[in-house]
């Protein structure tokens, strides 16, 4: 299966291109200036982009509220999800400022949306895609609506195989086949046996399109993982508080391990490579010969001498004639003298038609 590319603001995704990192602040920032001081922090640390969650909690409950349970520094907490999601607010006309913000410091901004609205508002302010939240897998009013802005969408995968592909046929039903897979595994943070990595191998068997990884445990393990199981994007919520109080502060980067965990992340995919053979350059070559082995005697030989195959040896540097020739070396007569242990050389050999040296 031939892998897709796929741009966000002329950055490339999957297909052979770096790694995409972003920097999670939707659910961690505490106001304008906090969000603000987000975008600053991934511009800094060398991410590629940074994202929020363009939400109003009105537009996300019912009048009927639920108690959510989360993982804190003072451990387990339960409080309301509609308390929840209304901290993670900002009017339209602050996201335009952390979105102007992100411009200024050259960093991508992109955002999940809540409603239609927010997808309307997202993309007069120029954002350059959108990303689709896993509660959301089943929202498929809100991804065809998101979908037809044709603006590269980015699907968590929280839920089934048969969400994703409903979410994954509802985007190609309007023209829209920029698709970014995004691996999302559930808890704040996740349990280890719920995190299950090898899915993002599956996703890329299954479609042709990048596949990404959002992280919900603490630490880079997981992110170095995934990127090494093929991730062509990661998603990693920071936080200016790991104790503050919200669902994804415990888990979540500080801002002194930001620049650690993106050159972390582009030393692990160098030392990955591209899974092909390449001819080692002159470097390469020079250390290979330090490591390989040369035809040697095993006792000193005269002017004269044939080779028998009882004088030859095997030793390093591999400078002289190659272990694999050594049956084009047996009855060779020698032009020279060749001291014990020497490296073999071809120029050390008369040709088979040479005359013998006359006495």
């Known amino acids: 299966m031939e892998r897709r590319q796929v741009t966000i603001a002329g ?36 991410a590629d982009a940074v994202k929020f969650q363009t939400l109003f909690a009105r537009n996300m409950m019912s009048s009927q509220d639920v108690l959510f349970d989360y993982g804190t520094a003072q ?4 409080e309301s999800l509609f308390e929840i999601l209304r901290r993670r607010e900002l009017s339209y006309e602050e996201w335009g400022q952390v979105r102007a913000r992100a411009e200024e410091r050259g960093v991508i901004f992109f955002s999940t949306p809540d409603v239609p609205e927010s997808i ?11 990303k689709i939240a896993g509660g959301d897998m089943n929202n498929y009013p809100l991804i065809a609506y998101a979908a037809a802005t044709k603006l590269p969408i980015l699907l ?9 592909e409903k979410a994954v046929e509802t985007c190609a039903r309007a023209g829209n086949e920029q698709i970014v897979i995004v691996h999302c595994p559930s ?4 349990e280890l046996e719920s995190i299950q990595l090898r899915m993002i191998e599956l996703y890329r068997r299954l479609y ?43 888990m979540s980067l500080v801002p002194e391990e930001l620049g650690e965990f993106v050159t972390r992340l582009r030393e692990v995919e160098q030392g990955l490579g591209s899974g092909f053979a390449k001819v080692p ?27 028998t195959w009882e004088m030859v040896a095997y030793k390093r540097p591999g400078y002289g004639i190659a272990p694999e020739l050594a049956p084009l070396v047996i009855g060779r007569v020698l032009r020279a003298d060749i001291e014990r242990d020497a490296p073999l050389r071809w120029d050390a050999l008369m040709a088979r038609d040479d005359p013998p040296a006359s006495g």
């Not at 451990?75 to 339960?78: A, T």
């Not at 968590?156 to 195989?161: N, Q």
């Open 11 to 46: 950055r490339p995704i999957g297909g052979g291109a770096p790694v995409f990192i972003v920097f999670e602040g939707g659910a961690t920032h505490t106001g304008l200036e906090s969000a603000r001081g987000m975008v600053d922090l991934a511009a800094d640390a060398g």
């Open 75 to 78: 451990g387990k907490m339960e």
């Open 120 to 130: 309307d508002f997202l993309v007069r302010i120029g954002t350059p895609a959108i």
């Open 156 to 164: 968590d995968t929280r839920g089934t195989l048969g969400d994703l």
């Open 187 to 190: 808890g704040y943070p996740s």
């Open 208 to 250: 042709p399109f990048p596949v990404g990884f959002s992280d919900h445990s603490p630490g880079r393990d997981m992110d170095v993982a995934a990127l090494a199981l093929g991730a062509d994007f990661i998603e990693k919520t920071i936080t200016f508080d790991r104790g503050a109080r919200g669902p994804e502060h415990i």
């Open 281 to 307: 350059d002159d470097g390469g070559r020079k250390s290979m010969q330090k490591a390989r082995r040369s035809i040697v005697l095993t006792r000193r030989a005269v002017a004269g001498e044939a080779i």
